[in-house]
């Protein structure tokens, strides 16, 4: 699916870097305390922001690790192996449907396939954390809120960035020889 040689990148290990700092500080300002034990925040902007542009393994790696680490520092490390996993699915996905074609429909189902992941993940993660099926139901509208925003964020964003930097697109090299 990728080339090794990706993971090698200097440029890639750089975008990388930035990316997950840029999610870890999206997940980090705003947190909006949730019943639950959770938080609604705008990370998901991030994490689909950099799988669209920098395709699904910046996306990946940004994605678990800025919003895992936004868990870590904020008070909630429980939460954090989950939110690697989904979010950096998340990202995969996000970068994975996009395909390095910048075309608003795929944009727009990616989001979707991402906020699917977001709250099947979350309920099941709520569902093992707080050992209850009903109290882990109980964030599904946040985390479709959260999901929702995340994506009218991103997809102009992403659209207002590659306006003012054509080559910001990665190019999908799964695919190439």
Same mark, same amino acid.
């Given at each position: 699916?990728?080339?090794?040689?990706?993971? @090698?990148?200097?440029? $890639?290990?750089?975008? #990388?870097?930035?990316?997950?700092?840029?999610?870890?500080?999206? #997940?980090? /300002? /705003?947190?909006?305390? #949730?019943?639950?034990?959770?938080?609604?925040?705008?990370?998901?902007?991030?994490? &689909?922001?950099?799988?669209?542009?920098?395709?699904?393994?910046?996306?990946?790696?940004?994605?678990?690790?800025? @919003?895992?680490?936004?868990?870590?520092?904020?008070? !909630?490390?429980?939460?954090?192996?989950?939110?690697?996993?989904?979010?950096?699915?998340?990202?995969?996905?996000?970068?994975?449907?996009?395909?390095?074609?910048?075309?608003?429909?795929?944009?727009?189902?990616? *989001?979707?396939? *991402?906020? %699917?992941?977001?709250?099947?993940?979350?309920?099941?993660?709520? @569902? /093992?954390?707080?050992?209850?099926?009903? $109290?882990? &139901? $109980?964030?599904?509208?946040?985390?479709?809120?959260?999901?929702? %925003?995340?994506?009218?964020?991103?997809?102009?964003?992403?659209?207002?960035?590659?306006?003012? !930097?054509?080559?910001?697109?990665?190019?999908? @090299?799964? *695919?190439?020889?």
């Amino acid at each position: 699916m990728f080339k090794r040689e990706m993971l @090698t990148n200097p440029r $890639t290990l750089a975008l #990388t870097g930035v990316m997950t700092a840029v999610i870890f500080v999206m #997940t980090s /300002i /705003i947190k909006i305390p #949730t019943a639950a034990g959770g938080f609604i925040h705008f990370g998901d902007a991030g994490v &689909l922001f950099a799988g669209f542009a920098f395709g699904p393994v910046v996306g990946m790696i940004a994605g678990g690790l800025g @919003t895992a680490l936004a868990d870590m520092a904020g008070g !909630y490390a429980l939460w954090a192996p989950s939110t690697l996993v989904i979010h950096g699915l998340m990202g995969l996905a996000a970068g994975y449907l996009v395909g390095g074609k910048p075309q608003l429909q795929r944009l727009i189902v990616a *989001s979707g396939i *991402s906020g %699917v992941i977001l709250v099947l993940g979350y309920l099941i993660a709520g @569902t /093992i954390i707080l050992s209850s099926f009903g $109290t882990a &139901l $109980t964030e599904v509208p946040l985390n479709l809120v959260q999901i929702a %925003v995340g994506a009218v964020v991103a997809i102009p964003l992403f659209f207002a960035v590659l306006r003012a !930097y054509p080559p910001l697109i990665w190019h999908n @090299t799964a *695919s190439e020889g």
